[in-house]
C-alpha cells in the first residue's frame, strides 16, 4: 500500500468511528438509555494493522478478537505501547489454549461449555488473573453454533459462578442471520435478569441498534468500522 492510500484507510477508519459512536449515542437516548451505559467494542479480527492504529490514533482502546494466535501476534506490543487497551475474546475458544486466553484477555465473552469452564477457572487460578466471563448462549440452538442452550443456561451459570468461582458478569449471544435479532436479544435479557447478571453483549453491525434497544451494555462492531476484513490463511 503506497502512503497515500494509508492516509486515506487512516482518515475513513475515523470518520467511520465517529459515526458508529454519534449512531449508538443516538439509539441509546432515543430508547431512554445514558450513552455512556452502551460500550463499544471494536471487532478487530482479520483486519490490517494500519486501521486498527487508526482506531487507537482515534481514542477507541477496547477490541474484539475471535481467533487467539492472530490476537497473540498483534496485541502485546500494542498493549505495550497502549496500556489502557481492553481486549475481548468473542470467539470460540478451544479448552487447551485458556492458559493465552486468560494472560491475554480483559474480558471472555464466550464461556461455552463445562470443559472450558473447567480450563478457566485452573488457569485462573494458576495466574492470579482473573478477566471478567461472559456466557455464550445459543439463543437460536443453531447445531453449527457455540454456546450454551437457553435451557440449560441457568444450570451453566450455577455452575460457573458457585462451583467454579469464575467472574461471570453477564451474557452474550449472536442470533440466527436469517432471524429478526429482537427475540433472541429479549431472551437473553431475560435470562441474564433473572440470574442477576449485568453485562449484555449483543448486536454487531448490521444489527447494533437493535441490541441497544433491547439493553445491550456491548455492541460488537467490526466491518462498519473497518470495512471488509482480510481471507483468513
Ligand atoms: C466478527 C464478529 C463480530 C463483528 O461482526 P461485524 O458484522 O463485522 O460487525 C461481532 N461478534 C462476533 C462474535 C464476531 O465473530
Sequence with gaps: ?????????????????????????ATA???????????????????PDERIIAAL????RIFGENYVQPALARWPDLKQRYPDIRLHMIGPIQSRKAKDVVALFDMIETVDREKLAHALAKEMVAQGRRPDCLIQVNTGE???????????????IALCRDELDLPIKGMMCVPPVEDEPAMHFALLAKIAKRNGLQILSMGMSADFQVGIQFGATHVRVGSAIFGSRLPRN
Design 1 to 25: 500500500m503506497t502512503e497515500d492510500q494509508e492516509q486515506v484507510e487512516a482518515v475513513t477508519v475515523t470518520s467511520r468511528l465517529a459515526l458508529i459512536k454519534d449512531a449508538i449515542s
Design 29 to 47: 437516548k432515543d430508547a431512554g438509555r445514558e450513552p455512556s451505559d452502551v460500550t463499544l467494542v471494536a471487532v478487530s479480527k482479520a483486519q
Design 57 to 60: 490514533d482515534a481514542g477507541q
Design 142 to 156: 443453531e447445531p453449527q453454533k457455540s454456546g450454551i442452550n437457553p435451557g440449560d443456561a441457568d444450570g451453566f
